[in-house]
């Protein structure tokens, strides 16, 4: 059911937005739909997600008009502070949104798109496990006005999507990319590797299968081990092995090859895609520190340095709504320190970099090092921007540390 909220300050029962907030009407705005059911719990998921027996008070059914309730607030709190903006990204993930018939997810695009406009060129992305795509569903989407699809492949072999608790036919995920791309939608295949029992030939096989299925984008994250998972529980009583942090680098670095040689230019370090077009620009818009808005339990949000964070469970989400009060359960407005820490975390995943001008000024000298140790590059940093390498990737948090203690 997702990790501990953080603790911030109090939200007001209005949602209502601090006056003094330096709100850029003309930067990006995102919207994060997030649908929090499942009809498993993977063993290493630690998203705020809930099967059918966890749900307790909250309804499957109702949630489209209960998630509508929180756009409806989102508008009137940003018109208060005039702040409206049209929507240049839309992404409904979870959970498996497409457990939720077409037609809710369709109204609560709607909802959005009444409420806030969307731009004329927005990307609009909903995450879907294979075994949930039908033709039928695919195209009610794209109707819908989504433009993309991102698709829980994780494996493609099965005893390691058996050890991530995966549930889908693997042969399903080319049914489902091939009923995306008759609907005219962009995909994206999603993948984890290090997995109890995978070796590198496993991941190998993976990446070939994702691959020959002609994906516009991939993701590919390393498995971590979250506190409170069924996998954390079978790592400590010694039942599964925690990940090999030498295994996962040379997964990546396999990874990396592979898709490089098949077209795909790494954009983040977790994300490749066909060209600058088929990047996700929701994602890149967290990267980079835009504005979005995220709604439904747990959800986060962040416009001009405030952050603020929903309540976790659905029912509870729901009480809040219908009372007519914001579901936010805190929110903080972290200090100039903390913005430049997280600059820093965030800009140097990407490939277009963070500028050497917004370090701080005790820090520039940091980057002749990353260089010199081959964890920047050189030609990047010549041209004003700081940007990992291939190591520099695998070592990111080394990047971070040099650039922020």
Aim: proline share 6%; aromatic share 6%.
């Amino acid at each position: 059911m997702g990790s501990a909220l953080p603790l911030g300050d109090p939200a007001p029962a209005d949602g209502a937005l601090p006056a003094d907030l330096p709100i850029d009407v003309h930067a990006p705005f995102g919207a994060y739909l997030h649908v929090p059911f499942c009809r498993v719990r993977c063993g290493y998921c630690d998203f705020n997600t809930y099967t059918a027996t966890e749900l307790r008070g909250a309804r499957q059914d109702q949630y489209a008009d209960t998630l509508l309730r929180e756009v409806d607030l989102a508008r009137r709190v940003l018109a208060d502070a005039d702040a409206l903006r049209p929507a240049s990204t839309v992404f409904l993930g979870g959970g498996t949104p497409t457990l939720l018939p077409p037609g809710d997810l369709a109204r609560m695009l709607d909802g959005v798109r009444d409420a806030f406009g969307l731009a004329p060129d927005a990307e609009v992305t909903v995450e879907a496990n294979p075994d949930t795509v039908t033709d039928a569903t695919a195209t009610a989407l794209a109707d819908a006005g989504v433009t993309r699809l991102s698709i829980g492949m994780q494996s493609a072999v099965p005893h390691v999507l058996a050890a991530l608790d995966r549930t889908h036919d693997p042969a399903n995920v080319s049914t489902a990319v091939a009923a995306a791309r008759a609907a005219g939608l962009d995909v994206s295949c999603d993948l984890i590797y290090g997995a109890p029992g995978e070796t590198l030939d496993d991941w190998r096989v993976s990446l070939e299968t994702a691959i020959a299925l002609a994906p516009d984008h991939v993701s590919a994250y390393a498995l971590i081990v979250e506190d409170g998972t069924k996998l954390a529980r079978q790592i400590r009583r010694g039942e599964a092995p925690a990940p090999d942090d030498d295994l996962q680098a040379d997964m990546y670095e396999l990874a990396d090859r592979m898709l490089d040689a098949a077209g795909f230019a790494w954009y983040e370090v977790s994300n490749w895609a066909r060209g600058d077009a088929h990047r996700s620009r929701h994602n890149l818009a967290y990267w980079r520190g835009h504005d979005w808005w995220g709604f439904g339990p747990g959800a986060h949000s962040h416009v001009a340095g405030l952050r603020w964070w929903n309540v976790k469970h659905p029912a509870a989400y729901a009480q809040r709504l219908t009372a007519g009060d914001s579901p936010a359960a805190g929110r903080e407005r972290p200090d100039a320190h903390a913005r430049r820490l997280e600059q820093v975390l965030l800009r140097t995943r990407i490939r277009e970099g963070m500028p050497v001008a917004e370090l701080a000024d005790d820090r520039r000298q940091a980057v002749a090092s990353l260089i010199a140790v081959g964890l920047v590059d050189g030609a990047a940093a010549v041209r004003g921007r700081i940007v990992p390498t291939l190591k520099g990737r695998l070592l990111a948090d080394a990047v971070v540390r040099a650039l922020t203690d």
